[in-house]
């Protein structure tokens, strides 16, 4: 009777048989069917008398789907090229806006180091994972190696790492050199089975996907809103007109002068509607320098902060439009007919026949909003400036909740014009800017004073402004506001009547500011600014204007060998962004400077860390990965409910395959297995070798081992 140790073992008796003289009986279908006529050799040294043959009660077993580790194979690479696809989809796809992150589901440290030690250990999941695939594949005939030699390539699991990929690439190059005969010392090698170059190919895209992952994720510093809230020093509803008028245009026109953005201080901005798209701490002054933007700009000004905040904060809102104009036939509000010669019809100011103002006497009338500045010259050329507004210049407030009969509430609209008039005081150094002006459509042209010798060039500047105050959400992240509530300044008991300008509180709307910063307006009624042309030619507006829009001098030298400074003149294009430019320092002075440091609605921002993209594109490795697992998962799935007779094919069932071959094994003669053809004899594929008998064994056979069947351990009790 057979070792209970031999059957479980399945170890064929024939080739202890053998060992002591037994005769060798070959089966034609599976290749060698040993027969013994002698007991085989007991491990335990006990006798055995009772002969030899089958065990009346042999174990026996059934093929079963290992369903299980199936679900495990199938839901794996899904799980794990979904988690890959979170990491993309939340956190490399949404970086920081402005260095600030939303908020995410996980924190973006944790996120990192879990897909850091998942890689580490994923690779070898992956070809456990395979292993069940493998061994199902092996069962089947078209899958399945044609020999033992190719199966022999299945060992290790060879065909998920570089060594078994470099053997392989060296037999091909071996097969190359024997077909086409590219070297006299190559020799024909046996090289593996489609299904281990479908594992290869399967596990090099793992192999390839999960390293190079980790470079297209890094860490990083970023900010992220936090609770605690922000100082403020600017205003708000309760004390916006605590201020004058005047004192709010004169801090403007000297911010305006310094030719710098157009932008509030330190980490105040002016913010963009919702939707605006790359908006950057200096939108507005990007606005207005954009030489295709037409449409109005509309923008928040927000109070003084001394942080990046976020939150609802009172403030104002302001839509404004600006385009040059021919003097002679665009403006609204003027009649211009000569740099001497307009007329006010609204405010009667001016002459209406047009011989007023003649002597160029400054005109400035006690609430008129109107101020002509008379020809001044600076740096080579003689300015003269003409501006005007639609609504008067009594002290009061026009944003505060009570108004009076002169006041209109809020939202205020109201419109702007303003005309320059340049002269080149020296002919004989023609400055180029200047005599391109005449080819300009909207450049009118007059004589200086009545003088043919010298020609002035003159052109307009229309705006209309809209503004309101209240209360709307800032968004610090895209640097944009929202749900804004209209919401009028509380007014104090001063600023319910007119009063005289300067003296009182007040704020007047922001056209009429604008009218007083470019007039040069004093804060007391027919008085002119501290700093005016009559004081010092860099006070005059032309020179403010030619600053404000970063114009360059140049120095010229006389026919005397003296050295003079010229700026270049103003363009109809240029003195529009200076009036936009200052309408932005208008509306910032009205916000940003308040009477002290108070806390309302804002909160701050707080360090956080967070995802970002890497040195490498996550495109192609969501490629690789969802390559790798439509290859793995798709067989999984057909293989899902597949009956074999192991889960993986490891060493103990390769021992037990190869000890029904011993022939075969014997007669190798060479040192690498690919060059032994002895093993070409045996199948490749696993199945029955006693398919004729009335229970199946296991082994290497070109007979498919059914599933409904009983199948034994020990050959002999298969008979």
Known sequence: MPSPYYSSLGRDESQTSMDMGGELEMSPDTGANLKSSKAPYNDNNDSDDSGVGPSPNPHTYHLKPFIVRSMVNFLGPILVVGFYLFIVQVYIRRPAINGIIQGYPTDPKRVFYIW???????????????????????????????????????????????????????????????????????????????????????????????????????????????NSKVLIAGVNETTFDTRTSPFIWEAANSRWRQGHPTTPTADTILYAPAGTKNVSTKFYDDAIHDPEASAPISFFSGPQVSERAYGRAWGLLVNVTCVAANPYRDLKLLNVTSPEKWYYPLWKVGDENATLATDNATVIIPGAPVSFRPSSTVYGYSASLLVAGDKDLLGRSDYAGVSNISSAPIPVSGTLEAVLWQTSMDPLLPDPSFTALKSDPLVVTSSYNNNSNFTSYGFGITCNINSTVGLASLDARHRTFSQFEQTPAIASL??????????????????????????????????????????????????????????????????????????????????????????????IAMMALGTGEWTGGLKGLEPADDLVAGMVSWIPIVVLLAVWMTITSTPTLFLFFKSRWASTLDGFEMFKLGAQWRDEVHEIRDRDFQHCSSLSKAPGMIGDMENKSPRGFIGLSRNVAVTKREYVYDRDAAQ
Not at 124 to 153: H, T, Y
């Open 116 to 226: 850091s030690v998942l890689s580490v250990f994923v690779l070898d999941w992956a070809k456990s994972g395979l292993a069940g695939v493998e061994a199902a594949a092996l069962m089947i005939p078209e899958w399945a190696p044609k020999n033992a030699c190719q199966l022999i390539w299945h060992t290790d699991r060879e065909w998920g790492g570089p060594g078994g990929w470099w053997k392989a690439a060296i037999l091909l190059s071996q097969r190359m050199g024997y077909r086409f005969g590219l070297a006299q010392d190559a020799v024909r090698s046996r090289g593996p089975a489609k299904l281990w170059y479908f594992l290869s190919l399967n596990s090099l895209l793992f192999f390839i996907a999960v390293p190079l992952s980790g470079f297209t994720m890094d860490r990083n510093q970023s900010l992220r809103y936090g």
């Open 494 to 587: 001063d600023n319910r009547e007119p009063n005289t300008l300067g003296r009182n509180p007040g704020i007047l709307a922001i056209h009429t500011l604008v009218l007083g910063a470019l007039g040069n307006l004093g804060a007391v009624p027919n008085s002119t600014a501290a700093c005016s042309d009559s004081q010092s030619i860099t006070c005059s507006q032309w020179f403010g204007a030619n600053v404000a829009t970063g114009g360059v001098p140049t120095l010229l030298k006389g026919s005397d060998g003296s050295t003079t400074i010229r700026y270049p003149a103003l363009t109809p294009r240029r003195f529009q962004v200076a009036v936009y430019k200052l309408i932005g320092e208008v509306a």
